[in-house]
Antibody
Framework: QVQLVQSGAEVKKPGSSVKVSCKAS????????ISWVRQAPGQGLEWMGR????????NYAQKFQGRVTITADKSTSTAYMELSSLRSEDTAVYYC?????????WGQGTLVTVSS | QSVLTQPPSVSAAPGQKVTISCSGS????????VSWYQQLPGTAPKLLIY???KRPSGIPDRFSGSKSGTSATLGITGLQTGDEADYYC????????????FGGGTKLTVL
């Protein structure tokens, strides 16, 4: 049974950074890409980028280029998403999701609140 | 504004059938697999359809997917109140760089 378990909710100040983790179990971590998707309150899904753990290669949505860094630690089957220069518009639930041409497993989501 | 266009809402009575459209272009739907996701209130999205028309294990055959050209469609038959949710289509897009794109989402109301 594949599971993606994410770290807990965060409250951050504008201008700071946040790092969210996503630990995989029950599958072969390196065999899949891990994407990060966020959802602002009352809004739709927005893809931020992905990493291919076996290659250590990440690519990012243009909107987040320069502000997001996605990494993976194969030894612990954990992916990370770090978002910097936070602003109020970054308040959202952040999900990790596994897959190449679709996302078959999702983390439970991590609420990040940006507030002064 | 989403690259993939979905109707904001659809509704139908229990037991009826509904379809949700997802319109794109040759840089996304036209040349890539489409998948569909169901998001119940307060929960993470769940994969409903992958590779245009395949159902993961555990997804009832009331849910179906199809693709033609640069559009895709999700069909749900025998509607149940538990089907009330937001539905999203998604696929890869290569118009500028390689990015995954979602439709704006469709809220299904079972009247």
């Amino acid at each position: 049974q594949v599971q993606l378990v994410q770290s807990g909710a965060e409250v951050k100040k504008p201008g700071s950074s946040v790092k969210v983790s996503c630990k995989a179990s029950g599958g072969t971590f390196s065999s899949y890409a891990i994407s990060w998707v966020r959802q602002a309150p009352g809004q739709g899904l927005e893809w931020m980028g992905r990493i291919i753990p076996i290659l250590g290669i990440a690519n990012y949505a243009q909107k987040f280029q320069g502000r997001v860094t996605i990494t993976a630690d194969k030894s612990t089957s954990t992916a990370y998403m770090e978002l910097s220069s936070l602003r109020s518009e970054d308040t959202a639930v952040y999900y990790c999701a596994r897959g190449w041409t679709d996302f078959d497993y999702w983390g439970q989501g991590t609420l990040v609140t940006v507030s002064s | 504004q989403s690259v993939l266009t979905q109707p904001p809402s659809v509704s139908a009575a229990p037991g009826q059938k509904v379809t949700i459209s997802c319109s794109g272009s040759s840089s996304n739907i036209g040349n890539n697999y489409v998948s569909w996701y169901q998001q119940l209130p307060g929960t993470a999205p769940k994969l409903l359809i992958y590779e245009n028309n395949k159902r993961p294990s555990g997804i009832p055959d009331r849910f179906s997917g199809s693709k033609s050209g640069t559009s895709a469609t999700l069909g749900i038959t025998g509607l149940q109140t538990g089907d009330e949710a937001d539905y999203y289509c998604g696929t890869w897009d290569s118009s500028l760089s390689v990015n995954w794109v979602f439709g704006g989402g469709t809220k299904l109301t079972v009247l």
